[in-house]
């Protein structure tokens, strides 16, 4: 009998369960083993029925991705969080526009991007330290290699921000978060052809940009 | 670029994904052999590195999720908690703005303040034709005569003279108006004023005397026309003007039974410095239902 319960306890939550717990009215008891091993797409239908568990796991287990999306593309460490957190609240006022079924993570990264859109163009300002390399960068012994580390960082930021927002995203998105093209396009609402074209596209400028950094071989 | 490095391309772009074991010794082997998807390894390769100099940040789940919890309660107090409480006021906003829209139409809709005209018997058909079909009228001439003293003077004749009004004539359009009637410069003018019932009316009486002069004269008579219902848009059928005033009488006269028309004098010339100058007494007439006075 434990044996059944375990099994029952470890099996991934599908929709099926969620669909039977939501005729009982249960859905906001869901347990946090099932939160953690369900799908974001489930996560997020109990979201939308007000689950606040189901939120604090969807919170969990993207809330670094976004906040790394964020800096790298506001290039302000400072504002990524908070632009990851007014992703989240609007994600959970927003909960009913949710599409039940549609991929939870491009829907997310869209609202990001567009949150980043929106923050730069709130700020109005060129960042002075788009980030704190002795922060994040890893650490060196040598103090002329970690200036040297730094300076490298703060290229790499710089030559970011001048690529068009859109290329900016696909690079990011494929080189940092490892996604496919059809994601990409998906998140920023084209094509997956498109998609490689714009991160193709980054790629080039990005290598214009850097190519002193380049010869050197990093 | 042959099919060969299309699929090295695509694999190239899904091998951080995973590719099958047997895919990926495939590519191995056509990068061995092909500089250009070599190079575009390459170029991937460093970008990636570039890429990796900047560290993933470390998130604090622990302050984001109640600085999260809090910016949501943040929004739910600063807005309605419920859709048909938005879409209540909606539709109050609606109604307003709609009542707003009809109480301006509505004022601009109202008549302006005109001030009131003599009841006038309304008739149905236009007014040209009701002249064309009435028989020429009899009217009273008015004649000019001098009198000792008296610079002009002007009297009703002794016999009604029985003049055809000429009805058959083309009416001009607007576009092209009649030219102005020629008169002598110090010719008097006689000014009359007509009260219709519309401006309709008032338009087509207008027209009606737009026709050319019959003759040549040697005095002018204007007719305005007042609507009682409002002015007359265009401004230039708001005054009619006639070679002679026996052609106005005559025309006032055929439409009697429509048009209450009021005839006024022109001043009396200035006397010369070395006559004395006489008094004038002025007279005034209606013509119409009420005819001459």
Known sequence: MAGMMMARLQRPYTFKMFAVALKRGKTDTVPTAQCASASDEHLMARVREGCEASFDALVRRHYGAVVN?????????????????????????????????????????????????????????????????????????????????????????????????????????????????????????????????????????????????????? | ???????????????????????????????????????????????????????????????????????????????????????????????????IAMAAFWAGARPKAFPPAAPIEKTSPPIARKVALSTPAEVLRPTTHRRKGESRCYRRHGTPTLRPVVLDAPMRSRQTPSPPPIAHPSAPEFRFTARVASADEAKELARFFLLPPPEPHNERAVLTVTPADGPVNAPELQEAETASSERMAILLQALGETVWAEASEPPPPSPAPYEAAPASPAQSGSVGSGGWS
Request: aromatic share 6%; charged share 25%.
């Open chain 1, 69 to 218: 999306f964020a800096t790298r593309m506001t290039g302000r460490p400072d504002l990524a969080s908070d632009v990851a957190q007014q992703v989240f609240a609007a994600i959970y006022a927003q909960r009913r526009r949710y599409r039940l079924g549609a991929p939870f993570r491009t829907w997310l990264y869209c609202i990001v991007r567009r949150e980043c859109i929106r923050t730069r163009t709130r700020e109005k300002r060129e960042p002075l330290h788009t980030c704190d390399p002795s922060e994040q960068s890893r650490t060196h012994a040598d103090p002329y290699n970690q200036a040297e580390s730094k300076e490298r960082l703060a290229a790499v930021a710089r030559a970011l921000l001048r690529l068009p927002e859109r290329e900016r995203a696909a690079v990011i998105l494929f080189h940092c978060q490892q996604w496919s093209y059809a994601e990409i396009g998906a998140a920023i609402g084209c094509s997956a052809g498109a998609a490689r074209t714009a991160a193709c596209r980054g790629r080039a400028r990005l290598r214009r940009l850097l190519a002193e950094y380049l010869e050197d071989k990093l």
């Open chain 2, 1 to 99: 670029m042959r099919l060969d490095c299309l699929r090295a391309v695509d694999l190239l772009d899904r091998k951080r994904q995973g590719i099958p074991q047997e895919e990926a010794a495939w590519l191995e082997a056509h990068l061995q052999g092909c500089a250009r998807c070599q190079a575009i390894a390459a170029d991937q390769a460093d970008i990636q590195r570039l890429m990796d100099l900047w560290p993933p940040m470390s998130a604090d789940l622990e302050r984001a999720l109640p600085a999260i919890r809090a910016r949501i309660a943040q929004e739910n107090a600063g807005r309605p908690t419920s859709p048909w409480m938005r879409l209540a006021g909606a539709g109050i906003a609606i109604g307003v703005a709609v009542g």
